[in-house]
């Protein structure tokens, strides 16, 4: 299986072997000379004419100076050469196609030219007969370099009808030079093939020289040019090209990777943590998930970084995360402190705290209270730490690892009091950005991943982050950072059978996509069967329910009077109830019961505002309209005239319903709200 720690090898063994190579590389000078000389080797066959020509009329020249010539020379010269030139002429222009058509006309061009030289030089050795001799020659060349010209147009039209016709070839093994040959049919001739390197998984780098005035920079950031050579080199489906600057060596660096082969991953139904019910070694990382490309196991570190924020959708994952948390530390040695504003997803766990007080409901004011004392705790441990010249806990420094779980986060940071909010997020940033430096891990989780119930102040000293299933990039970003939605850590495209699945990021890698191991309520009870077996002294924690004894708020229906003022049959008022309510059932609020009272005494006569504040119930600066408006509504009350200018209230005589009577003193403490 190739991995990507094979790629990595790789890719380092290709860099170490292009840093030898240009570390012995020649210099400028020398590869432009070897340039020159390999462009004219491949074009030599057109300089041949010449270069013949040039030769037999030297060797001639020197004669005619060296010796005295007749006249019957340079009329023998003249008349052969004007007899081939016509010769060679008229099969350039008849077109011979024979094989022996190259002969004769390579032939007779030399011939023709060196034999005009000839005579020219015999008549008048001179500067100027040399150069009337060599322009001679260059126009005897052309017959020959038409004929070439065709000749190879005639080939390469041969050879692409030929390879249009041929079946295509499922894959290609390419061979050292095929690299340079690709270069030259995209449009980028005289590239040389400096080195080769054959990686073990069937990759290949090829590092090229490019002639000079072609920058590699031109060629690798084309992305038009890199199309056409991938597509010159015609790799198998499903490989990839890299093309890359060599920088001031002038060299043009290019990869070829073969498809990374197919993981098929596993998913196990059981977590490994029920294999080994034992006590664990907090320092010990948590087995949390499975890679979803690779299959490899994923761990969480509650002590060596920073706390862990799990966030995501309801019933996508989350409390299953948590409960293997807790599992995980329920087998150690440490302390639980289970904060939960659901109550039921940790309660389970209370049994294992070792204070009555470890359980946290839906208390802000009391999660504060338990945030501070472990706050205080981590103070005495980090003043240890500095007495002792060290930055961080050791195994054996003998501490008691004290794990703050936090379910539910949005109970403790939605809430109406702003000054609590501000503590409660202080405190907890800095519990959780120095606990596990001193044995204090600490995990929160949300199912409401918002800005204001995540702050950025919570999530950034969280050194691991899981986002479950979201349905926005926003909310992606509010659990993991800003802009990773866009890097590959999408989250929002988990859908409804999904679950379990999550995005993981830690500080300094790259967000892998994982799946969470199944951790059903059974399955937890077998860990706390077995943690109450390792430590049976622990007398657990009290989970603080709502208090459900409270009497039914709601009264019995009144009984009449009898007659003499007792119960029992008979006409009469009906006795008071014990508990103030409206007609309704609902329950008077206490700083309403005077006004309730009052229009109760009033009877048929009713009660003005005014005479309301007269009588105590209210002052000058306050209202009561919204209370008579709200009993106006529900038939309560009714409007029957005015006195003195003022509407006057009364109870409706359908709904009328004594209440009992308030204490002496409550006109004295009784007072409206300034705005109702």
């Known amino acids: 299986m190739f991995t990507t ?154 050879e692409a009808k030929a390879a249009k016709n041929a079946p295509p070839k499922a894959e290609v093994v ?23 390197l054959r990686h073990p998984d069937g990759s290949w780098t090829a590092i090229l020289s490019l002639p000079v005035g072609v920058s590699p920079r031109d060629v690798a950031s084309s992305a038009l040019r890199v199309s056409r050579l991938e597509a010159a080199l015609r ?70 970084r920073a706390g862990i924020l799990v966030a995501g959708l309801q019933r996508m994952g989350k409390s299953v995360l948590l409960s293997v948390v807790v599992a995980h530390l329920a087998l150690t040695r440490a302390r639980l402190i289970l904060v939960d504003g659901k109550l039921v ?64 986060l949005a109970t403790f940071i939605d809430i109406p009091d702003r000054k609590v909010r501000a503590q409660i997020i202080s405190v907890l940033r800095d519990v959780l950005s120095r606990g596990p430096a001193c044995l204090v891990p600490v995990l929160v989780a949300s199912q409401k991943p918002q800005d204001d119930v995540i702050p950025s102040q919570i999530r950034d000293v969280c050194g691991q982050k899981v986002a479950l299933a979201t349905t926005t990039p926003e909310m992606t970003d509010t659990i993991l950072g800003r802009g990773w939605a866009k890097k590959g850590a999408n989250a929002h495209e988990f859908g409804e059978n999904d679950k379990g699945r999550a995005v993981l990021l830690e500080d300094g890698s790259r967000p892998r996509k994982v799946q969470t191991f199944p951790f059903e309520p059974p399955e937890r009870r077998l860990v706390i069967e077995r943690a109450r077996e390792l430590w049976p002294d622990r007398p657990g924690a009290r989970v603080p329910l709502p208090d459900i004894d409270d009497p039914d708020p709601r009264p019995e229906p009144p009984t009449p009077r009898g007659p003499g003022g007792g119960g029992g049959g008979g006409g009469g008022r009906p006795v008071l109830r014990a508990v103030p309510t409206y007609p309704d059932g609902s329950r008077i609020e206490e700083n309403r019961l005077e006004m309730w009272q009052a229009l109760e005494k009033a009877g048929p006569k009713g009660l003005t505002k005014g005479e309301a504040v007269r009588m105590g119930i209210c002052n000058h600066h306050s209202t009561i309209t919204p209370w008579l408006n709200q009993w106006l509504a529900q038939g309560w009350v009714e409007e029957s005239g005015k006195r003195d200018r003022s509407v006057v209230f009364v109870l409706s005589a359908a709904q009328h319903t004594p209440v009992a009577e308030a204490p002496a003193d409550s006109k004295e403490n009784a007072s409206c709200p300034a705005s109702m």
Do not use: N
Not at 186 to 193: F, N
Not at 252 to 257: F, N, Q, S, Y
Not at 265 to 287: A, G, I, N, Y
Not at 364 to 370: E, G, H, N, Q, Y
């Open 174 to 196: 390419l061979a050292p030079d095929d690299v340079a040959g690709a270069l030259e049919a995209t449009g980028t001739p005289g590239a040389a093939l400096e080195q080769m």
């Open 345 to 408: 997803e940790l309660s389970m766990w209370a049994p294992l705290c070792q204070h009555e007080d470890d359980f946290v409901g839906r208390d802000p004011l009391a999660f504060l209270a338990k945030l501070l004392e472990v706050q205080r705790e981590i103070d005495r441990r980090y003043a240890r730490l500095v007495k002792e010249g060290r930055t961080k806990a050791e195994p054996d420094d003998g501490w008691e690892p004290i794990a703050v779980i936090v379910d539910e």
């Open 5 to 158: 720690k094979d790629t990595d090898h790789v890719t380092a063994a290709a860099e170490a072997a292009y840093e030898a190579f240009t570390a012995t590389r020649t210099s400028r000078r020398a590869r432009m000379l070897r340039a020159a000389c390999s462009v004219l080797q491949r074009r030599a066959s057109y300089f041949a004419p010449a270069a013949g020509a040039v030769a037999w009329g030297g060797w001639i020249y020197t004669e005619a100076w060296l010796t005295d010539p007749s006249w019957q020379e340079p009329v023998a010269y003249g008349a052969t050469g004007i007899l081939v030139g016509a010769v060679t002429g008229g099969a350039a222009v008849l077109g011979i196609r024979q094989p022996a058509a190259f002969p004769a006309l390579y032939g007779g061009t030399v011939a023709t030219g060196t034999l005009l030289w000839s005579s020219w030089q015999v008549i008048a050795p001179s500067l100027p007969g040399a150069a009337i001799g060599l322009v001679g020659a260059a126009a005897a060349s052309f017959p020959f370099w038409g004929w070439l010209a065709k000749h190879r147009l005639d080939r390469d039209k041969l």
């Open 235 to 304: 790799l198998a489906p499903g490989w990839t090209l890299e093309v890359v600057d060599g920088g001031a060596s002038h060299h043009l660096i290019v990869t070829a990777r073969p498809p990374a082969p197919e993981v098929v991953v596993e998913f196990p139904t059981r977590h490994p943590l029920l294999d080994e019910l034992e006590e664990w070694d907090p320092w010990q990382p948590l087995v949390a998930a499975i890679d979803i490309e690779t299959g490899e196991e994923v761990y969480l570190h509650l002590l060596a």
